[in-house]
Structures are given as C-alpha cells and as structure tokens.
C-alpha cells in the first residue's frame, strides 16, 4: 500500500493557479509533519513547503512565499498545495512527504510517486 498519493498536477500557463492534494493512507497522518518538494530531471529535490502536525507553522522556500499555500485537513487525510501565479521555474514533479520536519527531504520518512506541474511561459 503506497502511504501517499499526489494527483491535481497539469500542464497550465504563467500566471494560473493548481492545487496540488495528497491523499494518506496507513500512517499516522493527523500526528505527521508534511511538506511539498519538487523535482526537476538532473537536479536534487527542492523544499517547496511544510506544515506542522497540528496545522502551525507553514514554511515556505523563499520563491514561492505569498504564492503558494500549504493546508491539511485530518479528518479526510489530506494535505494540499494551493499555487497561485505559476511561473515557468515552478515547473517540476511535486511530491508529498510526511515525517520529521525541515527542509532537508532526509528527514521524512513517507514518499509518494510524484505529480507533475509544468508551466509554460
């Protein structure tokens, strides 16, 4: 059984909007910190953004703070990425983690398979 699974990528234009989701399942999702990270093909996992267990504190990587939101919902299992005004460089596949918290992907413990965003310019 695969812990998470994103889905709500697409390919869209600068300057749309997508919400990511990810859906948990066998983990103890509502005790979890969760975050969103993105990759490209040749580079390392980028931190996109976190969320505490309890809802508190979301962090965000600086280029896209005021653009993207990171909320999730316990009783459906649920956490989300709100991206608003998509730029070209947000283009990536995203992938939800549950684990530890910080922006190093080392420290959760919970993967999924990726959804991809690309944005066109």
């Known amino acids: 059984q695969v812990p998470l699974v994103e889905s709500g990528g697409g390919s869209v234009q600068a300057g749309d909007s997508l919400r990511l989701s990810c859906a948990a399942s066998g983990i103890d999702f509502a005790w979890l910190n969760m975050a969103w990270f993105r990759q490209v093909p040749g580079t390392e996992r980028e931190f996109v953004a976190n969320?505490?267990?309890?809802?508190?504190?979301?962090d965000y990587t600086d280029s896209v703070k005021g653009r993207f939101t990171i909320s999730k919902d316990d009783a459906r299992e649920m956490l989300y990425l709100q991206m608003n005004s998509l730029k070209p460089e947000d283009t990536g596949t995203y992938y939800c983690a549950a684990g530890n918290t910080g922006q190093d992907p080392r420290n959760y413990k919970y993967w999924g398979q990726g959804t991809r965003v690309t944005v066109s310019s």
């Open positions: 969320i505490y267990w309890n809802g508190n504190r979301p």
